[in-house]
């Protein structure tokens, strides 16, 4: 059974930083491009950062580029994303998923994303 | 403003037919494979729909997607009161090399 077990979330000042881990289980960790998706209160869910399944390759949203890094350790099945320079219109739920759900001819077969990590940016 | 456009609510009755699309462009859509997204009120993102039209084991075949050019469409047929929920497309962008969503459609079961 595929698994996504976000964390790492919490209440941080503006400027400050937070690390987030995403624990993957239940398929080949290391075949999947994995990506972090946020939804801030009351808004829809917008694409944050990918990275390719060898870690060779990432990709930033533009809102976000320079202050988060995406990393993975495939030896532990978990994805990162370091978040630096916080700020208010950071704060949202942060969800971690294989968006792509397929690795070449090899798709994977479930349908619920982890719970995700609150992040919350404040004062 | 999301590059992907989609209608910000749709509604149907019991056992109707509602279809909720999805607009983008030759840089992501156009080119690209489309995915379809649920959210139930105060739960997490579902998988419905990947490449287009594909279903995830689990997901009733109620639900199916398509795609022409440069815009998709999710049917739900049968609808059901336990389908309200918000519904997202999402397309990997060339131009952007990034993935992008549409700002979301709220199903409402009349």
């Known amino acids: 059974e595929v698994q996504l077990l976000e964390s790492g979330g919490g209440l941080v000042q503006p400027g400050g930083s937070l690390r987030l881990s995403c624990a993957a289980s239940?398929?080949?960790?290391?075949?999947?491009?994995m990506n972090w998706v946020r939804q801030a209160p009351g808004k829809g869910l917008e694409w944050v950062s990918a990275?390719?399944?060898?870690?060779?390759?990432?990709y930033y949203a533009i809102s976000v580029r320079g202050r988060f890094t995406i990393s993975r350790d495939n030896s532990k099945n978990t994805l990162y994303l370091q978040i630096n320079s916080l700020r208010a219109e950071d704060t949202a739920v942060y969800y971690c998923?294989?968006?792509?759900?397929?690795?070449?001819?090899?798709?994977?077969?479930?349908?619920?994303w982890g719970q995700g990590t609150l992040v919350t940016v404040s004062s | 403003q999301s590059v992907l456009t989609q209608p910000p609510s749709a509604s149907g009755t019991p056992g109707q037919r509602v279809t909720i699309s999805c607009f983008g462009s030759t840089s992501n859509i156009g080119s690209a494979n489309v995915y379809w997204y649920q959210q139930l009120p105060g739960t997490a993102p579902k998988f419905l729909i990947y490449?287009?039209?594909q279903r995830p084991s689990g997901v009733p075949d109620r639900f199916s997607g398509s795609k022409s050019g440069t815009s998709a469409s999710l049917a739900i047929s049968g609808l059901r009161s336990e389908d309200e929920a918000d519904y997202y497309c999402a397309s990997w962008d060339d131009g952007l090399s990034g993935w992008v969503f549409g700002g979301g459609t709220k199903l409402t079961v009349l």
């Open positions: 239940g398929f080949t960790f290391s075949n999947y491009a």
């Open positions: 998923a294989p968006l792509g759900y397929c690795a070449g001819d090899t798709c994977l077969d479930f349908h619920s």
């Open positions: 490449r287009n039209n």
């Open positions: 990275i390719t399944g060898s870690g060779g390759h990432t």
